[in-house]
């Protein structure tokens, strides 16, 4: 039976090498979204199989595509697709309830596998990495339900930090000094009641600030 295989990625190239992987074998593709936004009315008029999600997109990074499609289509698999190896990217796929994440350096039978599994309704995230991420997943709930008095700029802070941005990367977007970011970051994991970034990433999913 075909999988009906919906690609999000901003780079045409990634595209073009995801539609030479899978030719001649029983994922059909069957759109191509260049941005976060085209994912998700995409989706919802062409009911895929199976959603091929990359991270960093403009118009709405594949995080958020992530959240939304959780939402407006809970039963539809995707898999999170990216070039960066990041945990906080992990965390937060895992809490949104993605199939798995797999990098582009991913050969044609691991992409194969994964697409397959995922579509069949597996779970294909490896011991390996749900261990990274044990620690931000099982960061105590009770906090969700705090007020925790962070500031305006904390929050535009922790939102960025939420989308895996470095503290450079932070610095550039919200034109503040790196060292400004860092003290920022230090007081956010203080206020929330984590120990690292990733932990304070799921807390603010979980929180619905990102």
Partial sequence: MAIRLLVADDHPV???GVISMVEKTEVDIIAEAENGAQVLP???ELKPDLVLLDVRMPGGDGIACLAR???EMPDLPVLMFSTYDNPTYIARAVALGAA??????????ELLAAIRRAAAGE???TREELRRVTGALSTPRVEIDLEVPLTKRESEVLKQLAQGLSNKEIALALSISYE???EHVQHILRKVGVSDRTQAAVWAVRKGLV
């Avoid at 798995?100 to 039978?109: E, H, Q």
């Fill in 14 to 16: 990634v595209r073009a």
């Fill in 42 to 44: 995409l989706a919802l």
């Fill in 69 to 71: 499609l959780r939402t």
């Fill in 100 to 109: 798995g994440y797999l990098v582009k350096l991913a050969t044609r039978d």
């Fill in 123 to 125: 779970s294909i995230w």
């Fill in 180 to 182: 400004t970011v860092k």
